[in-house]
T-cell receptor
Framework: AQSVAQPEDQVNVAEGNPLTVKCTYS??????LFWYVQYPNRGLQFLLKYITGDNLVKGSYGFEAEFNKSQTSFHLKKPSALVSDSALYFC?????????????FGIGTKLQVIP | NAGVMQNPRHLVRRRGQEARLRCSPM?????VYWYRQLPEEGLKFMVYLQKENIIDESGMPKERFSAEFPKEGPSILRIQQVVRGDSAAYFC????????????????FGPGTRLTVL
């Protein structure tokens, strides 16, 4: 079985400071990893993905994530937070299981950027 | 290229009524996924469909819930005899590629339908 853990329900960071939203995963193979963002009363928007290759992945809105196989982590980062980054962030893992590429989402982490 | 469309955006039903949620995938996408989002519980997978086929319904409650994705028209998530516990946001996502091994299966989400059961 595959699973994703987002250990923090909420992350607070001051505007202009670097931010990190944590994600760890548990799978029995080589996963594909994703980050999505959800703004209030909206659907999820794709931010970035790791498929293979360089462990540092760059995505939309200045976000990046680092794949660490030994720690089974895929933390989301941004060098300088904006108030507009305040939203709910979901980590997801995709693995071939049960006959298809199945995606499992984490529970989400609420990011609050304080002006 | 229009994104994933869901309607209605908001749906109010009384206990015992039926709720029908519609999802039109992105053009060229033939794979649809339904998720339910409850406060404090994150996004829960319900069902994965291809045109005219249910591939995985392991996340769907055994009773009152059903889903279809006909050859023509949108995908429908149907909830019969709704109860207050069904109140949630229901999201549909679509992908261009299906489940073959190696497909990374990036999903594109609709805006959701917020169901309120009175």
């Amino acid at each position: 079985a595959q699973s994703v853990a987002q250990p923090e329900d909420q992350v607070n960071v001051a505007e202009g400071n670097p931010l990190t939203v944590k994600c760890t995963y548990s799978v029995s193979g080589n996963p594909y990893l994703f980050w999505y963002v959800q703004y209030p009363n909206r659907g999820l928007q794709f931010l970035l993905k790791y498929i293979t290759g360089d462990n540092l992945v760059k995505g939309s809105y200045g976000f990046e994530a680092e794949f660490n196989k030994s720690q089974t982590s895929f933390h989301l980062k941004k060098p300088s937070a904006l108030v507009s980054d305040s939203a709910l962030y979901f980590c997801a893992v995709s693995l071939y299981s049960g006959g298809y590429q199945k995606v499992t989402f984490g529970i989400g982490t609420k990011l609050q950027v304080i002006p | 290229n229009a994104g994933v469309m869901q309607n209605p955006r908001h749906l109010v039903r009384r206990r015992g009524q039926e709720a029908r949620l519609r999802c039109s995938p992105m053009k060229g996408h033939s794979h649809v996924y339904w998720y339910r989002q409850l406060p404090e519980e994150g996004l829960k997978f319900m069902v994965y469909l291809q045109k005219e086929n249910i591939i995985d319904e392991s996340g769907m409650p055994k009773e009152r819930f059903s889903a279809e994705f006909p050859k023509e028209g949108p995908s429908i998530l149907r909830i019969q005899q709704v109860v207050r516990g069904d109140s949630a946001a229901y999201f549909c996502a679509s992908s261009p590629r299906g489940g073959a091994a190696g497909n990374y299966n990036e999903q594109f989400f609709g805006p959701g339908t917020r169901l309120t059961v009175l």
